[in-house]
């Protein structure tokens, strides 16, 4: 059974630095991308990051692109994102998402999220 | 960028009815690139359909996708009471960015 299971988020100070973390089981984890995506309180979703199997490809959205950094350990199974410069606009609860076996861009699972609360 | 613009935003129904939601996008999907995806309240988002017809792992078959280029359709032939939520839908190309539609939201009237 696949399993994802997001930790780190938490309260920080406009500017501040968080890292998130992603463990994941019940897949060969090297094998597919993962993908990073949030969803403001009463809001759509949004997509964030991903990164390929190998970790040799990634991408950003532009609204947060040079402030945060997808990476991931393929021996511990495990998808980090780093996020720095963090503004209010950043709040929201961050997924990470297993990407099919049909395409390298599309998620089917998630994760339960993890919340990130920008505030003074 | 592509945008997608989903309509309409709330669905009233009842259940056994149908429910026909729209996702229009503002330029072609490549490859039918497209996926819904249904989230209910404090829970992760869950996949449907992708390639714009084709349902995922474990989803019931009253669950159908059609459409290409621009215009996008998902069907649920008649809505059983755990169907009411949010459904997005979700374009994913050849490459990034991925966006999602604004959601439509179907509720028991």
């Known amino acids: 059974e696949v399993q994802l299971v997001e930790s780190g988020g938490g309260l920080v100070q406009p500017g501040g630095s968080l890292r998130l973390s992603c463990a994941a089981s019940?897949?060969?984890?090297?094998?597919?991308?993962m993908n990073w995506v949030r969803q403001a309180a009463g809001k759509g979703l949004e997509w964030v990051s991903v990164?390929?199997?190998?970790?040799?490809?990634?991408y950003y959205a532009d609204s947060v692109k040079g402030r945060f950094t997808i990476s991931r350990d393929n021996s511990k199974n495990t998808l980090y994102l780093q996020m720095n410069n963090l503004r209010a606009e950043d709040t929201a609860v961050y997924y990470c998402?297993?990407?099919?076996?049909?395409?390298?861009?599309?998620?089917?699972?998630w994760g339960q999220g993890t919340l990130v609360t920008v505030s003074s | 960028e592509i945008v997608l613009t989903q309509s309409p935003g709330t669905l009233s129904l009842s259940p056994g009815e149908r429910a026909t939601l729209s996702c229009r996008a503002s330029?072609?999907?490549?490859?039918?690139?497209l996926a819904w995806y249904q989230q209910k309240p404090g829970q992760a988002p869950r996949l449907l359909i992708y390639?714009?017809?084709s349902r995922a792992t474990g989803i019931p078959d009253r669950f159908s996708g059609s459409g290409s280029g621009t215009d996008f359709t998902l069907t649920i032939s008649r809505l059983e009471p755990e169907d009411f939520a949010v459904y997005y839908c979700?374009?994913?190309?050849?490459?990034?960015?991925?966006?999602f539609g604004g959601g439509t939201k179907v509720e028991i009237k």
């Open positions: 998402a297993k990407t099919h076996s049909s395409s390298w861009l599309l998620s089917d699972y």
């Open positions: 019940g897949f060969t984890f090297s094998s597919y991308a």
């Open positions: 990164i390929s199997g190998s970790g040799g490809n990634i």
């Open positions: 330029q072609s999907v490549s490859s039918s690139y």
């Open positions: 390639g714009a017809s």
């Open positions: 979700q374009q994913y190309g050849n490459s990034p960015p991925l966006t």
